[in-house]
């Protein structure tokens, strides 16, 4: 039988550390050492601090900021979390020199640095192109949705508010009458009395919160002037759709260019649309450059071509695009159906086999109706005549001969299912015979996106947005496993989602900028 070596995990060695000697030469915590103490002025946190004569010593921004972005590569977002490494891990003890900060110093610094953080977010920018790894030549613009620190639950417009906290009252009182009919009856339940206090103290509550933030706070406006709903923990949150669900938190814009990926502009907007966010990203990415030795902000926007999904897509952003001269190129909502290329895309989706199976609804086209255009007459799938609504109706650039159903005729059709939109419709079926196209139809700004999208060469620059914008999403949400806004409010968390994009653009530097 062969012998080994006994050994015993319940043993301590003591060794001495070097700090400086487990900040390796080629990995990440080097270069962000490396770049935090000879690339970055921090002196733009001095006026956060009032100690110069009397006051205790506080830790140094350049320890929080190494921290900090450490934790943050390694998908730490929890300030209690960045105080434990600072204590038990090698590295963080290294790079914090053993100062360990305390949590809420960690979380102070987080939260109430934005300013700064979109200050070092700029420097880093410079360094990067410093560097070379900005080409200036194209930017893909997309957003993220993420959660943040709300809840949904707690979301909606003002009348829906006050209807919930009508509903909270109602069974205040009902909680209140029960326990007055019990007490005529005799001594009640504690177990159960007890509960129900508990209840009836947990929904009063509730029902004050929603009172008092309808009092303190005006309704949310939309981009169009109407009501948005509204978020008692989170007021400039919104409730958007993604393909995981309904969550509550804010969109996180990237404007990223083609050459290494480096984001050059992040924002965080409290919205689920993208509409309307394109012209204040377009603003940041003249902003970032401008007075930049390379180049300025005017010139690289009327230089650069600027790429977005149909997200971005609205008439008002295209004629910006327009009026300020920048080769943009977005697209629109039926841009793939158009795309050749997506013709056969339905075969390779997932289909439900057996019952699950969902059978769209077929609906009768005006191909299924008898029309008779010299007589001017149209005869329905049911056999029933359609009286003449107008013999020539322009719609848009077409005109149309149309036909109404007779209403009596409709209401009691077998097939009136298969014709209508919707069986509760109360109106009759009316089709649309198309009778021409008129000449020299007038060709506006959305047209002539889609023509520019449309052709070889647009399809060729819209191509490259995919590759360039969404791998940056992928990085901080999959590798570094940034997946979650941990602030509330549209400055922290606008701080917060640059002081992510920033680690990603560390990261750029760390892996080709020192080689180059």
Known sequence: MPRFKPYDYKQTVMLPVDFEQQILPGTFEYSLHYLV?????????????NNDEAGRPAYDPAILLKIVLLAYSRGVTSSRKIEALCRENVIFMALSADSRPHFTTIADFISG?????????????????????????????DGCKMPSNACKEWSGTH?????????????????????????????????????????????????????????????RQGRRGKEVKSNITDNDSAKMKTSHGVLQGYTGVAAVDAEHQVVVHAEAFGTGQEHGLLEPMLEGIRKAFNGNYHNCGDEILSEAKILADSGFHSGQTLEHLEAEGIDGYIADPGFRSRDPRFKTASRHKPQ?????????????????????????????????????????????????????????????????????????????RQVNVLLETLSSPKIGIIERMKQKIDSVFGRHIYGQRLGIVEPVFGNLRETLGLRRFSLRGRTKVDGQWKLMTMLHNIGKIHRYGWTL
């Open 37 to 49: 103490d000879n690339e970055l002025d921090l002196s733009i946190f001095n006026s956060k601090f």
């Open 159 to 219: 009348d829906d508010l006050k209807k919930k906290a009508k509903k909270i009252d109602r069974a205040v009182r009902f909680l209140l009458n029960k326990h007055r009919e019990e007490d005529k009856k005799g001594p009640p339940d504690p177990t159960m009395r007890q509960r129900e206090e508990k209840q009836k103290e947990t929904l009063t509550k509730a029902s004050r919160k929603i009172k008092k933030f309808l009092t303190e706070n005006k309704k």
């Open 352 to 428: 439900d086999s057996g019952a699950s199976k969902i059978h769209p609804k077929k609906r009768f086209s005006v191909s299924d109706f008898q029309v008779d255009l010299a007589n001017k007459t149209c005869v329905c799938p049911a056999g029933n005549p359609l009286w003449l609504k107008c013999a020539k109706a322009k719609i848009g650039e077409r005109l149309f001969m149309q036909f109404m159903g007779y209403q009596a005729d409709c209401d009691r059709c077998a097939k009136r299912s298969q014709c209508l939109r919707d069986i509760r419709q109360k109106g009759a």
């Open 113 to 141: 640095s934005a300013e700064q953080i979109a200050d070092l977010f700029h420097q880093v920018l410079m360094v990067c192109d410093a560097l070379g790894l900005i080409g200036h030549e194209m930017f893909a613009v």
